[in-house]
Each structure stands twice: as C-alpha cells, then as structure tokens.
C-alpha cells in the first residue's frame, strides 16, 4: 500500500469514529429525554433544598454526589431525582459503558475517603440510596480508606 492509501484508510477510520460519536450523543440525548420527561430542571443548589435540606445530610455531599455523576456519566442533570434508579431510568447509561458504574464507586470512594463493599455497591440502588449511604459512611467513620 502507497503511503496515500494509508492516509484515505486513517481518514476513513476517523470519519468512523466521529459518526458514532455523534450517534451516541444523539443516542444519549434521545434516552435523557424519555427519562427525565415532563421534569423542572434544577440546579444543583435547588437539588438539595427540594430533596435534602430537611434530611441533615450536609450540602456538600449532596452536591458531591451529584457533580460526580455528571461528571462520570459525562451529561448534566439538572432533572435528576433522589428516586432515579441505577438499572432503572439511569440504566442506559450504563448499558453505553459497561465500567460506567465501577467508574462511578471508584469516582466516590476517591472523593469521600470512604470505601464500599460489593454488596453495598450493588444494594445501591438509586440515587437516594447512594447519598444516604456515603452520608452514613461519614457519619460513622465506618469504612475510612
């Protein structure tokens, strides 16, 4: 092969890659619509005085959680609810990256010195259930790294 076949082969390659970038944007914008359809967007401050503010979890684990999910999940989300299940309506985002979820305990346990157990992380079933979690942890000293 001449070494412009080689550069039509890369160009090719990189065409590939950003179609499906763009379709699994698209793809993930689709399904965030469906999920969270009918939802007020809150920022995250409104976030924690809407599901929070009463339950003396301190505001910044709430808002650590939440931005750690953005983060990991790679999207905003300001139509998140403490009912959001991880298999549930947040499930396609771990059905696009298999690791999306080792990634999102590893993302907290780094973050909050904290460390969770197998059976915690898969009895964590929705956002709810994760805040209060690490904010037990916390609270307890329990599982400190």
């Known amino acids: 092969m001449t070494p412009i076949h080689y550069l039509l082969l890369f160009l090719g390659l990189v065409a590939l ?53 953005e983060q990991e999940l790679d999207t905003a989300l300001p139509y998140l609810q403490p009912q959001d299940s991880f298999a549930g309506n947040l499930g396609f985002f771990f059905e696009l990256d298999s690791m999306a979820d080792v990634a999102l305990v590893l993302a907290i346990e780094e973050h909050f010195q904290i460390s969770f157990t197998d059976q915690e992380a898969e009895a964590t079933r929705t956002v709810a259930d994760l805040i209060q979690g690490v904010a037990n942890k916390l609270a307890t000293g329990q599982d400190k790294i």
């Open 17 to 69: 890659v950003w179609f499906e970038i763009r379709r699994s944007r698209r793809v993930t914008a689709r399904q965030l619509s469906h999920a969270f359809a009918g939802r007020e967007p809150l920022t995250p401050q409104q976030f924690y005085q809407r599901y929070y503010a009463d339950s003396g979890i301190a505001p910044e684990i709430v808002l650590a959680i939440r931005r750690i999910l």
